[in-house]
């Protein structure tokens, strides 16, 4: 190996030279193959250009610039583009047998692969682990189901937000609501916001792969990770798994307080729907936090000698938190956050999506990476999330935006699998790889004032421009 000048060390990323075979769809296993990619693997999709059986998030899902799907909807996509920057497109029509040992032969010359399927379906393919593992001996395999390959639920189809409830989530989450004795805990179970697991299955995928590329590297064998998201949820359920074990006793669902902590909580301040969160975590917080409220002309009240312990806050927390929204409403939520912040009290801003778009800390992180695309998409240019961390050896960064449909074909099946022209064109003719998509139309969208109409969107911002 040629020996390597201490600035082309920094040029390298992590994974230069791994290959990867994309076969999964919509979110968790799209998005670990994502910052695959980042990481520098070369991540090539698997894509169909029949609709029927297309990525949704390539043909409804958006969300699409000024709400306009456009004549090439399918390259237009935010959630996509999110979910699949960085990697190559090669179109495949899986249904085939000539289709399925085209794909053999690139896992031939891959390292990883990503599948969320149902067992059933990789099997009926003949592109389950075993199979593959026969054309490629060392190779990493990532079967994302909702219940594993194994037990009684494992043929179930799943997605995150319908998980939620299998793996105990919805048990610990609700809201308070008005009762004869001030506020209680509703009656019913809840569901997260945003579908919580598939981000859970992604980065649990990215340690499992990271950690079979070590094992690959020390044994020269490769590995099959079965990932259970349902058994995913579980693990971030602890606290309340152990407390009925060791008490039996079921965690009662709070909303935003805390079992010992209070004041614990959102509370509203200056302006329309802003809000901070903050925590008092024991007595040295709370002295801090009454001195600052008791500073302010008409809060005095927050030394009340029913506050001085921490039983007595628990157990007047209405009370207390009708003081602590009063005074957060005079201010900004930067201007709370910073307060607290400067007493050490925990605080921070409820940050909606220009909040965090506009977020100062954020862009000094450089957090939202720009890419530029493709003309014929009509998109320019476009900032999309990048990654929790930095590493101080690599400059990682999201290389380019996702392909377009079967952008790769060529390059994939003539010069990295060796196919001659004719037989590319033989693939073609047959309909089995395709740059167009075949079938489907342009998805309907609702206008976006309509949207806040019927509740689904809370605003519409004219005036935002991105950077």
């Known amino acids: 190996m040629t020996a390597l000048k ?23 296993m799209p998005f670990a193959g994502a910052n ?15 609709t029927q059986f297309m990525d949704t998030t390539r043909t409804i899902m958006g969300p699409f610039p000024d709400n306009e799907p456009g004549q090439a909807y399918w390259e237009r996509s935010g959630t996509f583009h999110t979910l699949n920057r960085g990697k190559a497109s090669l ?15 690139l896992v031939r010359v891959s390292d990883i692969v990503l599948e969320n399927f149902t067992p059933r379906v990789m099997a009926r393919f003949g592109l389950d682990y075993a199979s593959l593992r026969a054309v490629k001996p060392d190779l990493i395999m990532v079967s ?34 008005d009762g004869p004795d001030g506020l209680a805990p509703e009656d019913v179970p809840n569901k997260m916001g945003n579908s919580y697991t598939d981000f859970l299955a992604s980065w649990t995928a990215l340690t499992a792969i990271m ?68 925590a008092v975590r024991d007595d040295t917080d709370w002295l801090a936090f009454s001195q600052v409220l008791g500073a302010d002309q008409g809060f005095e009240e927050i030394n009340d000698e029913q506050f001085s312990e921490p039983l007595g806050r628990l157990a007047n927390q209405d009370q207390l938190d009708d ?79 996702a392909a377009l449909l079967g952008e790769q074909n060529d390059l994939v099946l003539g010069q990295l699998l060796g196919l001659n022209q004719e037989a590319v064109q033989s693939l073609e003719d047959q309909d089995l790889i395709g740059k167009s998509p075949v079938g489907g139309r342009s998805p309907a969208t609702v206008p976006l004032e309509r949207q806040v109409e019927l509740g689904w969107t809370v605003e519409r911002d004219r005036n935002f421009k991105p950077r």
Not at 249 to 266: D, I, V
Request: charged share 20%; hydrophobic share 35%; with cysteine.
């Open 6 to 28: 201490n600035g082309e060390i920094f040029k390298r990323r992590p994974l230069d030279g791994i290959r990867v075979v994309d076969l999964s769809r919509v979110f968790a």
């Open 91 to 105: 179109t495949l029509d899986l249904r085939s047998e000539v289709a399925q040992e085209v794909l053999k032969d």
């Open 323 to 401: 003081i602590v929204s009063r005074w957060t409403s005079t201010k900004g939520q930067y201007q709370v956050m910073e307060v607290l912040q400067k007493a050490g009290i925990p605080a921070g801003p409820v940050l909606n999506a220009r909040g965090l778009l506009a977020d100062p800390h954020f862009s000094a992180r450089g957090y939202f990476e720009p890419v530029e695309h493709p003309t014929e998409t009509g998109l320019g240019r476009r900032e999309y999330i990048s990654r929790g961390w930095r590493l101080s050896k690599n400059d990682l960064s999201i290389t380019k935006p």
């Open 144 to 177: 994302n189901t909702g219940y594993g390959h194994s037990g009684p639920w494992s043929n179930f189809g799943a997605m995150a937000s319908a998980l939620e409830p299998t793996h105990g989530t919805g048990a610990f989450m609700g809201y308070l609501q």
């Open 211 to 278: 950690a079979s590329l070590i094992y690959r590297a020390r044994t020269g064998r490769g590995n099959w990770i079965d990932l259970a998201m349902y058994q995913v949820g579980v693990t971030y359920a602890g606290e309340g798994l152990l407390d009925y074990a060791f008490n039996g006793r079921r965690t009662k669902r709070m909303g935003n307080r805390h079992q010992s902590m209070a004041p614990h909580g959102c509370y509203p301040c200056e302006g329309e729907d802003q809000w901070v969160t903050l």
């Open 36 to 50: 695959l990619a980042d990481f520098g693997a070369q991540v090539i999709k698997i894509d169909t250009h029949h």
